[in-house]
């Protein structure tokens, strides 16, 4: 039996991530991408090769606009022009044709020559809001491994930061740890239990280790991070519909249904009340 996807990686993993789509133009008007070019059902995404074919998709005057900027580089401060270069890239493929990869992949090649702890957190947590509602494996593995590799570099600049553990550490369980791979997971949960050592009220790193022990299939541990979390944060939706997930998944079917019923109060939604009711009706 195929495993169930967690309900809140269904809807609201989705919703996260579909903020960084409303995006405003800028300069060019924008033009339709056809989704279908650049497949990613391979196992590993070339993002060069994904951006050269939907560059065959673009107007002419967009093509120029592109060409201007990417040859653009004269003699002098090369990398400073370059940088220039990639965050006015990452601009139009932000506000222009409002593409996540792309406009992802400059910010990432910006923020590698800026190595600044700020814009190295700031990219890291992009690629990981993504992949988190990431359905595509092979954009999943490229966004995980990006993710990893900027919280790793912004990790040697500040060491002791917890921020940056928890994100480095959600990259293996949202990402490489997601198919109940342990040896991912317990690296995300190693990173996670260094913050809660430390600091036993950070929620943040609770509800990740919460996760980290559903997607191995710990459900008493999950439940019992799940629980630190919505008592600490009653109004905590996505810890609310983990909660209900991992009993469900553990059959305690009295359980999910109080904590299903919850989530629908406090998510309000009718698309997230459809799931839900699906979801109790296969409990009884």
């Known amino acids: 039996m195929k495993k169930q996807q967690p309900l809140i990686l269904i ?18 008007p924008k033009k339709p991408v056809e989704t279908t070019v ?31 900027i990417e040859n653009g580089i004269t003699r002098g ?22 593409l996540f990869e792309p406009y992802a992949y400059y910010i990432y090649e910006s923020t590698k020559l800026d190595n600044s702890e700020k814009n190295l957190t700031f990219a890291a947590q992009l690629f990981l809001e993504r992949l ?8 999943l593995n490229w966004e995980t491994n990006t993710a990893i590799e900027l919280f790793e570099k912004a990790l040697q600049l500040n060491p002791d930061k917890d921020e940056l553990k928890i994100g480095l550490g959600s990259c293996y369980i949202f990402g490489k740890g997601r198919n109940g791979d342990p040896q991912q997971t317990m690296k995300g949960i190693q990173e996670l239990l260094s913050v809660v050592r430390k600091d036993s009220t950070n929620m943040k790193a609770q509800f990740v280790l919460g996760v980290g022990g559903f997607v191995s299939g710990q459900h008493d541990k999950a439940i019992e991070r799940f629980s630190k979390v919505v008592k600490a944060q009653p109004g905590n939706l996505e810890a609310v519909a983990f909660l209900a997930d991992t009993y469900a998944a553990k059959g305690d079917k009295e359980n999910a249904l109080q904590w299903y019923n919850i989530s629908k109060r406090l998510a309000n939604s009718p698309e997230y009340n459809k799931e839900v009711d699906e979801r109790i009706k296969k409990l009884k």
């Open 11 to 28: 809807l609201t993993g989705l919703a996260l991530t579909a903020i960084l789509f409303f995006f405003g133009r800028t300069t060019e």
């Open 77 to 98: 401060d090369v990398p400073a022009q370059q940088l220039k270069s990639y965050n006015s890239l990452a601009a139009f493929w932000k506000d222009s044709i409002s």
């Open 38 to 68: 650049a497949s990613a059902t391979v196992s590993n995404f070339n993002i060069k090769l994904f951006i050269d074919s939907i560059k065959t998709t673009l107007t002419p005057s967009q093509l120029l606009y592109i060409d201007k």
């Open 132 to 139: 988190r509602g990431e359905h595509d494996e092979a954009k």
